[in-house]
């Protein structure tokens, strides 16, 4: 059986990472008029922060979770985040299409954990 910190670290990691997963994917449409080669390697650059997060969260949550489980979380996570950099960094709208999508994907986390 698993401590507090056993199911609640993978969540907080899992958090960070997509932060990091996120801006590295597509924080860089926000400069448009950098080449594409500093962009990459600066994605790369952030990416790394976000492996180094999230492959300790899943080591340490499949402990208490099981795989697809924490595919499940990172995922409501990985919305969540999305959500929050589409519309305060790339200043572009989550329209009511955008959350009744993520609403029903929502729906398939519930049926994953209570399954």
């Known amino acids: 059986m698993g401590t507090l910190f056993h199911y609640a670290m993978p969540v907080v990691l899992l958090a960070l990472s997509n932060v990091f997963m996120t801006f590295a994917w597509y924080g860089h449409l926000k400069f448009k008029d950098t080449a594409l080669v500093i962009i990459v390697l600066v994605s790369w650059g952030i990416a790394f922060f976000e492996y180094a997060l999230q492959v300790p ?9 099981s795989v697809a ?5 990172q995922e409501v996570i990985t ?3 999305f959500c929050v950099v589409s519309v305060y960094w790339l200043n572009e709208p989550v329209t009511w299409k955008h959350l ?4 029903l994907m929502g729906a398939g986390a ?3 954990f209570r399954a």
């Open 69 to 73: 489980e924490l595919k499940t979380i």
């Open 57 to 65: 969260a899943n080591r340490i949550g499949h402990s208490v979770y």
């Open 110 to 112: 519930i049926i994953v």
């Open 100 to 103: 009744l999508g993520f609403t």
């Open 79 to 81: 919305f969540v985040v």
